[in-house]
């Protein structure tokens, strides 16, 4: 595990990379609980990391500025939202400091989408994914985004707000990858 120490990273030696405890096919969530790796709930958070790791890719394909920091910020948002899932508790007082998603989060979202289809063209047709590296990954992201949210809706006692900036992150990958690809010079390939 990597921690801060006076401005530099280091590696916490204590911390041991395998643990052993899930070799029977369990888990531990926050606050305890031992679950199948099956469970619908490590399916969902299992899902938001692939899309976080998506997003890592998509950053490492070179990006502009303004996008690679609103994907940074998304990669955080995300760890917060996978902790969230890793919580079986009923109890959401842990969702505090970089563990909180709320309302603002989503609002963030909805305002980078109106940002970035502000410089598109309208939408007339059903685009193919592609174009440009990072454009087809953030596609790519974006269809991991979606199967996330549908794992989601399978977790008991999910909230509201975890399941909507979700959704509209998946509506942000897209504009996204269409603004990353016309800034490249990437043609929408209509279906």
Not at 23 to 44: I, M, N, Q
Not at 99 to 127: C, M, N, S
Request: aromatic content about 6%; hydrophobic content about 40%.
């Amino acid at each position: 595990m990597l921690s801060g120490c006076h401005g530099l990273l280091h590696y916490n030696r204590d911390v041991k990379i395998y643990t052993k405890t899930g070799d029977a096919g369990e888990t531990g969530l926050y606050g305890g609980a031992r679950v199948s790796k099956a469970d619908p709930r490590v399916d969902s958070y299992g899902e938001v990391d692939e899309a976080n790791a998506c997003l890592g890719v998509v950053r490492s394909a070179g990006v502009p500025a303004d996008i690679d920091a609103m994907l940074d910020r998304i990669q955080r948002d995300l760890f917060a939202l996978g902790a969230q899932l890793a919580d079986g508790r009923p109890d959401p007082r842990m969702y505090e400091g970089k563990t909180r998603l709320g309302d603002e989060d989503v609002e963030r979202l909805e305002h980078w989408i109106d940002q970035l289809e502000a410089e598109l063209p309208p939408l007339k047709q059903f685009i193919l994914a592609g174009g440009s590296s990072a454009g087809a990954a953030l596609h790519l992201a974006r269809t991991v985004c979606r199967r996330a949210e549908r794992r989601m809706v399978g977790v008991p006692g999910i909230h509201a707000v975890q399941l909507i900036y979700v959704n509209r992150l998946s509506d942000l990958l897209f504009v996204i990858a269409r603004a990353v690809n016309q800034r490249a010079g990437a043609p929408e390939v209509v279906w």
